[in-house]
């Protein structure tokens, strides 16, 4: 069973988690194409996530104006991480493609307010995770 996700460099941490556990998951659940670019796209993507969980805005958000703004800090990051670590361990227990559609949109909601608050981080990891969602989407139809 997972461990409670209590702060932003855990949250990060399950991210990282569910985007290896796609990739081996990747014959199952995308097309050939997707599936390559989809590997080239992780090889960038998760030394950005690793390097994130380090910065200061994810250690002491308090410390940060543009973190409370975005939500990342007390009782409102209290609610997020919490709605996200249920979505996280239903998926850990439970499986399925509808499980992981939701901790993924929880997650990218999350990292909406990262992409606003943290200078240099960008919107890779969102848009990443929104093309994952609209490709398993299409699996769903």
């Given at each position: 069973?997972?461990?409670?996700?209590?702060?932003?460099?855990?949250?990060?941490?399950?991210?990282?988690?569910?985007?290896?556990?796609?990739?081996?998951?990747?014959?199952?659940?995308?097309?050939?194409?997707?599936?390559?670019?989809?590997?080239?796209?992780?090889?960038?993507?998760?030394?950005?996530?690793?390097?994130?969980?380090?910065?200061?805005?994810?250690?002491?958000?308090?410390?940060?104006?543009?973190?409370?703004?975005?939500?990342?800090?007390g009782n409102q990051l209290d609610l997020k991480l919490e709605s996200f670590e249920y979505s996280y361990i239903e998926f850990h227990e439970e499986g399925g493609l509808e499980n992981l559609i939701v901790v993924l949109e929880k997650g990218q909601f999350l990292l909406n307010n990262i992409t606003s608050a943290v200078p240099g981080f960008g919107s890779f990891a969102q848009e990443l995770i929104d093309f994952i969602i609209k490709e398993l989407k299409q699996r769903q139809i």
């Open positions: 069973m997972p461990e409670k996700i209590e702060n932003l460099e855990e949250f990060l941490m399950a991210i990282i988690w569910l985007l290896k556990i796609i990739e081996k998951s990747s014959p199952l659940l995308f097309r050939s194409n997707f599936r390559t670019n989809y590997s080239h796209s992780l090889e960038e993507a998760l030394p950005r996530l690793d390097k994130l969980k380090r910065d200061d805005h994810i250690q002491f958000p308090t410390d940060f104006e543009a973190m409370s703004e975005s939500g990342l800090t």
